[in-house]
């Protein structure tokens, strides 16, 4: 990308992450290092995906937020919601692609040097051919899954109908945010992520044409069923992801419901929700959950049990459910990954997923994508 449009358009992305909110200041810096990561590559296809899974990702987060925020809970005990996304997720989000274009900006770069000695050896002959570089496809399919996932979640959350565990046999009700939870608005959702990405990514990927075919460094021109086949392949691939997310966070990821409201409660920053160790074959409440039960702050604050009040500080007094039932109990899940580990396991293992099935489908080795490897 031409570091006359690169610099700019970097500096205006964090800005606008700055004014709107939508990144911590350690998220910035990670959006910042993204952006160059993505802004080296000659071609402007993967700063574009980047700055179009941004924009995309942000606006359905702010979709009926208000709204959203009412049907969760936050780990500290407020109202749920996305707030500012932290350097962690926006590394799970967007790592797998950073290295996968760094690494082709690098096949790329040797094979111009290669074609410098031709008179009509030009960057733009070194174009995406049918049957081309398989590190395209993973970087299209990274941000076609994480934009989908992110679609699905942000908006299917707000289907009028409860969603089901898609790891349950039954396929279970379950509360909204639950992990693995599924709606057919969810899914459909998912669907018209992964569409703006595919899209955004025909209209800048520079594919060879009749006009580059007998040019150095020009490689077979596409056909229109080829690619409406590339565009199907990835849209369907980035609608899987997301189902793929739904399926590794509702086995491996632990999803925490508030006994008193039914909701879910969601970790700061996409982190695990603690819940206390069983004693007694039960969980109990935690100090810090304990105290969100608690009417009033301070050290004038009590509670109320069985109708009777107690001071916050007298030791030895009942539980608030009068049982030592826990306020927050495990709706499904074990308690392996959080909500980031799922995000960049999903995007990298579905990136990778694609260079091989197109690895197989075009007969191109899948060592092509080794730096040692530049044809």
Known sequence: MKPAI????????????????SLTPAGIFAAFLTAVAHAVHPWNLPFVLLVVFFLAG???THVKENVKARLTLHSRGSSGGEGPRTHVQVFANSLTASLLSLLHAYQLRVRQQALAEFPNGSPESLCFSWG???????????????????????????????????????LRKVPRGTNGGVTLVGLAAGLLGSMV????????????S??????????VPWTPDQRRTLILGLTVWGFLGSVVDSVLGGLFQRTVKDVRTGKVVEGEGGVRVLVSPAAGGEQKATAGVKAELLHGEGGDAVEDVAG??????QKNRRSSFGDERPSRVV??????????????????????????????????????????DVV
């Open 6 to 21: 690169a610099i700019p358009a970097i500096a205006v992305l964090c800005y606008r992450a700055y004014s709107k909110n």
């Open 58 to 60: 942000t606006r359905a």
């Open 132 to 170: 081309g570089d398989l590190l395209v496809v993973g970087i299209i399919a990274n941000y076609a899954c994480v934009a989908a996932d992110t679609f699905s979640s942000e908006l299917g959350i707000l289907s009028p109908h409860a969603p089901r565990l898609i790891t349950s046999l039954t």
């Open 197 to 208: 990405i595919v899209t955004a990514a025909m209209l800048t990927l520079p594919m060879c």
């Open 210 to 219: 009749p006009d580059t075919a007998g040019r150095v460094g020009g490689g």
């Open 308 to 313: 009777d009040r107690y001071d916050v500080r």
């Open 331 to 372: 709706e499904n899940g074990w308690d392996l990954l959080d909500n980031n580990d799922v995000n960049f396991l999903m995007a990298f293992g579905m990136s990778v997923g694609a260079m091989a099935v197109a690895s197989w489908y075009w007969g191109v080795p899948l060592r092509s994508v080794l730096p040692g």
